[in-house]
């Protein structure tokens, strides 16, 4: 078990490198005019400035700068059995997980740029990022299942009842995880609402795996959270910027990944409650989704948040209840 008083520094030191790398990438970001232009012309005209279309890069950085604090603290201070399988199982489920995040995170961002060149990508066709999705979880997924062989492959437990699929454990799983990462991914306009739910999520995913005995996933989710922390003043800002693609994409992949390479499809179905619960105006065809919803009305970005946040606790909240 990892110390209290490590998870927390890891958590701090997230949110610090986040605030911190906000001091110099933002102003990096608008002097290489990698933003987003206003929809108003008379704004620009009037010397309104762009707002950063991959200001999400705050949230990774400083995921990665808590994490690579806490491994530095823990192979230092716990100095764990290296040569165990137990470490090397844990430490392969670790860098894996950490190679799907990135990796959308790095689609998100090339997506971004794309974007802001006008190079009139300004989205990915549905049914092909759908299809990478789908691809790249299931290959996660049978490389999970196979670092941790001692656990039986169920499609979905919800306390009631385990439904052994056999060979369509993988397919249905992995369809299941492409259409909560689409969920979640369709989060990167609201400045702030996005980190923050993320973060609630995040949390209550670390409680989780915590209890689970996964202790290395954890501490990636528990950074996480910290990394929406820190990032999550300069989104608020009002001359912010958008999380954008690079940022909920990287979120996306962070809940889908954790839950399915530690077998937690219930938690991920749960925790994306939230996220359906966003796009119920787009299924029941009354426009956009609720936080546009909420921005159409006037709302202030503390009033979306706090309307976002009381669901993302009720997702996170069931989830905790339900798998304890």
């Known amino acids: 078990m990892i110390p209290l008083w490590m998870q927390l520094t890891a958590a701090v030191s997230s949110a610090l490198t986040g605030f911190v790398m906000g001091i110099a990438l933002l102003p990096f970001l608008r002097k290489m005019q990698l933003c987003l232009p206003e929809e108003d012309e008379k704004e620009i005209s009037a010397g309104a400035q762009m707002k950063p279309a991959m200001c999400g890069l705050l949230a990774v950085t400083g995921c990665l700068g808590g994490l690579a604090l806490h491994a530095a603290l823990y192979l230092t201070l716990c100095r764990p059995d290296r040569t165990s399988a137990s470490f090397h199982g844990e430490t392969m489920q670790l860098l894996l997980m950490l190679l799907w995040a990135v990796g959308s995170a790095g689609a998100g961002l090339w997506t971004d740029f794309r974007i ?68 979640a991914a369709d989060m990167e306009e609201t400045q702030g609402a996005s980190l923050t739910t993320g973060g609630i999520l995040l949390l209550g995913l670390t409680i989780l795996l915590l209890s689970g005995g996964y202790a290395l996933p954890a501490i990636l989710a528990l950074t996480a959270a910290g990394g929406c922390m820190g990032n999550l003043f300069w989104n ?89």
């Open 116 to 183: 802001v060149r006008r190079k009139r990508l300004y989205h990915v066709a549905f049914w092909l990022r759908a299809a990478f999705v789908f691809t790249s979880l299931l290959f996660v997924l049978m490389l999970g299942t196979v670092m941790e062989t001692s656990t039986e492959p169920t499609v979905m437990d919800f306390g009631f009842r385990r439904w052994d699929a056999g060979i369509l454990y993988y397919p249905i799983t992995a369809a299941i995880g492409t259409i909560c990462w689409l969920c």
């Open 236 to 324: 608020l800002h009002p001359f912010g910027g958008h999380i954008g693609r690079t940022g909920s994409w990287w979120l996306a992949g962070l809940l889908t990944g954790l839950c399915m390479i530690t077998h937690q499809h219930s938690t991920l179905v749960l925790i994306s409650l939230v996220y359906l619960i966003n796009r119920l105006p787009v299924l029941a065809g009354r426009g956009g989704s609720l936080q546009k919803r909420l921005q159409a009305e006037g709302r202030t970005p503390w009033q979306i948040i706090a309307v976002l946040s009381v669901f993302a606790v009720f997702s996170a909240a069931a989830a905790v209840y339900v798998q304890r």
